[in-house]
């Protein structure tokens, strides 16, 4: 069984699918980076500095695309290989409503558009899964066209694409936190830290400790979209509702 064509997916700013865009060849292989930003505190007495991670930095992909249109190169019916290239060439490109390039899905390999790795890439917390997705805006495209008919009209390209890996910020606190360790949460329009405690401490009476942790003084002027940090879960004899707490 043949390898299913690669193909780009390309979503509008409400998250649906716009359009894809399918590779003529797939490409030999993808190369998947990844790297970190560590700190090196030196501390006066040691042989070697303390390592502290700073951030993560977003995956990539390298990729070579192949395009060849030497079957329609002369005459009437010659096509310019550009009439491909251009549209992964136009990934780049901003858009006119959100003035950014669109957010896009590289697939590669998967075996059904229905199956679990799909299923995963329209709206769970993992942005890749190599290599079958990747979502990803595309970073950069260097265009080499190694081929021209007669009349000079270009038949044969190479790109090189470079993609770099695309997370919402609810995809990221997603992985965050656990039952003692601060979590991380993004305030939706309409939500109140009430609920923001509810959910994380079964009860609504802990939002005075988000508020105080993220030095709010009034929560009645969060705006949405807000990072907040939730601190750790006390054990249940100090987790509990005072006179005060419930004011």
Not at 62 to 82: C, R, Y
Not at 171 to 194: F, I, P, W
Not at 216 to 242: F, K, N, W, Y
Request: glycine content about 6%; overall charge neutral.
């Amino acid at each position: 069984m043949s390898l299913i064509k690669a193909r780009f997916d390309v979503f509008k700013s409400d998250g649906s699918l716009a359009y894809f865009i399918p590779v003529q060849f797939n490409p030999t292989e993808l190369a998947y980076a990844k790297s970190n930003q560590i700190a090196e505190i030196a501390i006066p007495g040691l042989d070697s500095p303390v390592l502290q991670y700073v951030y993560g930095n977003a995956e990539t992909i390298q990729l070579e695309l192949f395009f060849d249109v030497t079957d329609f190169a002369e005459g009437h019916i010659a096509v310019s290989v550009t009439e491909m290239t251009d549209r992964i060439y136009g990934l780049m490109k901003q858009e006119r409503e959100t003035h950014a390039p669109p957010k896009c899905r590289f697939a590669w390999g998967m075996p059904t558009a229905s199956g679990p790795a799909m299923a995963a890439a329209s709206g769970g917390a993992e942005a890749s899964a190599a290599p079958f997705w990747f979502s990803c805006v595309v970073e950069s495209v260097d265009r080499r066209f190694t081929m021209f008919n007669s009349d000079g009209v270009p038949i044969r390209a190479r790109l090189n694409v470079r993609l770099r890996e695309y997370k919402t910020v609810d995809q990221m606190v997603a992985r965050l936190g656990s039952a003692d360790h601060s979590k991380a949460r993004v305030l939706k329009r309409g939500q109140r830290l009430e609920q923001i405690s509810t959910a994380e401490y079964e009860t609504p009476s802990q939002w005075r400790r988000i508020a105080r942790t993220n030095d709010i003084d009034d929560p009645r002027r969060v705006e949405p979209g807000t990072l907040l940090r939730v601190p750790p879960v006390r054990p249940a004899s100090v987790v509990r509702r005072s006179p005060q707490e419930d004011d």
